[in-house]
Structure formats: C-alpha cells, structure tokens
C-alpha cells in the first residue's frame, strides 16, 4: 500500500471519529454545560472541514483514487 493511500486511511479514521464527537456534542444533549458542548461540536466541524481538504488533497495526488 501506497503512503498516500496509508494516508488517506487515516484520514477517513479520524474523520469518522470527529463526526461521532461532533454528533455527540453539538447541541450540548450529553454536557450540562450547553456552552462547552456547543464549542466542542463547532471545534469538531473545523477539523472535519481541514480533514476533508486534506483528503481531497491526497486523492487529486493519488490520481482521484479514494
């Protein structure tokens, strides 16, 4: 397997996991404190954002193989 298919692996992992944290948080329906929970979603919706241009990045150079 190629580095950027490694890669792009581990991009896809991560990216599943910040959109469990994300589902989970925005909205503040498992924290008390409605505040924090809301920053955490919108921190987690950031990162999903850089890891889908990482992404994108990495299958443009893979030849659009995802």
């Known amino acids: 397997?190629?580095?950027?298919?490694?890669?792009?692996?581990?991009?896809?992992?991560a990216q599943s996991l910040v959109?469990?944290?994300e589902i989970t948080t925005h909205g503040?329906?498992?924290y008390s404190d409605?505040?924090?929970a809301?920053?955490?979603?919108?921190?987690c919706h950031a990162a999903l954002d850089r890891?889908?241009?990482a992404l994108?990045?990495?299958e443009k150079?893979?030849?659009g193989v995802a």
Not at 38 to 43: D, K, L, M, R, V
């Open 1 to 13: 397997m190629s580095t950027v298919t490694d890669a792009m692996d581990e991009i896809h992992a």
């Open 19 to 21: 959109q469990l944290i």
């Open 28 to 30: 503040g329906d498992t």
């Open 34 to 36: 409605k505040n924090a």
């Open 38 to 43: 809301c920053a955490i979603g919108a921190a």
């Open 51 to 53: 890891l889908t241009a």
């Open 56 to 58: 994108a990045v990495l």
């Open 61 to 63: 150079s893979n030849g």
